[in-house]
């Protein structure tokens, strides 16, 4: 019911910037919390940030001061703006969107994921 599309990430160096961001569609009442998690090689999913439909941000204690987390309601789309990035910061970046949708008589709540974008950071 929702389809989440990624795009920005790519290979930069220590210290520079990215832009994410991450386009929800398909057939749904509204769009709720949206976040970004990673993944490193041989670690578990973690969050990195989320937003919620109102504009409430939460970061990671790792990413606080670096990395903002914005979203344009009216374009559905959520972006992650990342400075001073660090090689720690290497991983694949999920985008995350919970959505309402309607179903007949029943409104209901659907977690939805994107495909993932690489985001490599090199010393």
């Known amino acids: 019911q929702v389809q989440l599309v990624e795009s920005g990430g790519g290979l930069v160096q220590a210290g520079g910037s990215l832009r994410l961001s991450c386009a929800a569609s398909?057939?749904?009442?509204?769009?709720?919390?949206m976040g970004w998690y990673r993944q490193a090689p041989g670690k578990q999913r973690e969050v990195v940030a989320l937003?919620?439909?109102?504009?409430?941000?939460n970061y990671a204690d790792s990413v606080k001061g670096r990395i903002t987390i914005s979203r344009d309601n009216a374009k559905n789309t959520v972006y992650l703006q990342m400075n001073s990035l660090k090689p720690e910061d290497t991983a694949v970046y999920y985008c995350?969107?919970?959505?309402?949708?309607?179903?007949?008589?029943?409104?209901?709540?659907?977690?939805?994921w994107g495909q993932g974008t690489q985001v490599t950071v090199s010393l």
């Open positions: 995350y969107a919970e959505a309402t949708y309607d179903s007949g008589s029943i409104v209901g709540l659907t977690a939805s």
């Open positions: 398909g057939t749904f009442r509204r769009i709720n919390d």
């Open positions: 937003i919620s439909s109102g504009g409430s941000t």
